[in-house]
């Protein structure tokens, strides 16, 4: 098989799981898929991520400290997510995303069971033995480092997708970026920027594999001759 092949298979059967095995990732291939990850590029290579991974008693507590700050809504995000902002097409995406998922796990349409499945859910990490969580780093302006940091979280995905594992990048996990800060103690001049709960992803359970739309080439790029 050539190597594009190889990689097309990784890049485009790579999905976002939600239902994971218990079964923790082996350190040296975690040690593996870091040693991929850290190939990211970044501006002037900065390279201005810091990732904290909680596994085990680590990862237990915090989802615990995630769900007791949901359930007082506490949030302590430091960038806003503003899902009224979106529009049109976007919107249309988003809604077709959460059909097919609330479909596949078998939820009904009641707008409130879904948010609380779905928060409860996210809290829990899916099931994944382990958490990743992306800071960044007060290099320069905000916006560039995201930038970098998101390179990072699909670097992660797709050597973790070409290790035989799975990924879920989650926002809502920034949303109690305070709370994880104070779990791990981590310094404050670090903003969490998203998630990546990681493992073994679950065999046959629909919510790994539900179809999705991709936007086709023609609706995403214009060429310029
Ligand atoms: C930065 C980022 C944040 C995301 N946050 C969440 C989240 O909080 N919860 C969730 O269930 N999925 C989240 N997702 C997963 C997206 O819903 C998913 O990537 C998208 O629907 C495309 O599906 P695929 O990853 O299976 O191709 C996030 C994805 C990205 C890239």
């Known amino acids: 098989m050539s190597e594009a092949k190889l990689f097309q298979d990784v890049i485009r059967g790579r999905r976002s799981p939600r239902s994971f095995l218990p079964d923790p990732v082996p350190q040296e291939v975690l040690q593996s898929v870091l040693e991929d990850a850290r190939n990211t590029p970044s501006n002037c290579n900065y390279q ?30 430091d960038f806003p997510f503003d899902f009224d902002s979106s529009y049109g097409i976007y919107t249309e995406r988003r809604q077709k995303q959460g059909a097919g998922y609330y479909e596949a796990a078998g939820i009904s349409r009641d707008a409130t069971g879904q948010r609380n499945f779905a928060v409860m859910k996210n809290l829990q990490f899916f099931g994944a033995p382990h958490v990743a969580l992306l800071f960044m780093a007060p290099v320069y302006e905000t916006v560039r480092v995201a930038g970098d940091v998101g390179m990072y979280g699909q670097s992660l995905l797709l050597s973790l997708a070409a290790h035989g594992l799975g990924g879920v990048p989650q926002t809502l996990l920034s949303f ?4 994880a800060r104070e779990v791990l103690g981590i310094d404050p001049m670090y903003k969490m920027l998203f998630g990546i709960s990681f493992g073994y992803p679950e065999p046959g359970n629909p919510v790994n594999s539900f179809p999705l739309d991709k936007a086709s080439i023609e609706e995403t790029v214009i060429f310029h001759n």
């Open 176 to 179: 109690f970026a305070g709370t």
């Open 48 to 77: 201005p991520w810091m990732i904290h991974i909680a596994s085990g008693a680590s990862r237990d507590k915090l989802s615990a400290a995630f769900l007791n700050a949901a359930g007082q809504q506490s949030f302590t995000w």
